[in-house]
């Protein structure tokens, strides 16, 4: 099996920063991709950033600019610096892993438990 583990979330004001952290572990021969989505009550699950395993990102338009995504191949981890953080952000993000576990194995995602993120004063 293949687990995420995220850490970092919590209540913040509006202009403030965190940092999001998500670690894979179990059985992983590859990562292709790894990222993070959101969702805020009431609202569909939305693309928040994604990392290759190159390095290249893509980030949705709300948080581009203040949002920063990184990942530690070494090490099976990514995160999430997010900055100049709004009311709007607050929203549960859930970390995402696209996951070979074998190497004759197809790719599959995998997902984190979430962890809380909330901006209000």
């Known amino acids: 099996q293949v687990q995420l583990v995220e850490s970092g979330g919590g209540l913040v004001q509006p202009g403030g920063s965190l940092r999001l952290s998500c670690a894979a572990s179990?059985?992983?021969?590859?990562?292709?991709?790894m990222g993070w989505y959101r969702q805020a009550p009431g609202k569909q699950r939305e693309l928040v950033a994604t990392i290759l395993s190159g390095g290249s990102t893509n980030y949705a338009d709300s948080v581009k600019a203040r949002f920063a995504i990184s990942r530690d191949n070494a090490k099976n981890t990514v995160y999430l610096q997010m900055n100049s953080l709004k009311p709007e952000d607050t929203a549960i993000y859930y970390c995402?892993?696209?996951?070979?576990?074998?190497?004759?194995?197809?790719?599959?995602?995998?997902w984190g438990q979430g962890t809380q993120v909330t901006v209000s004063s």
């Open positions: 179990g059985s992983i021969f590859s990562i292709a991709a």
């Open positions: 995402y892993a696209h996951v070979r576990r074998h190497a004759s194995d197809y790719y599959g995602n995998y």
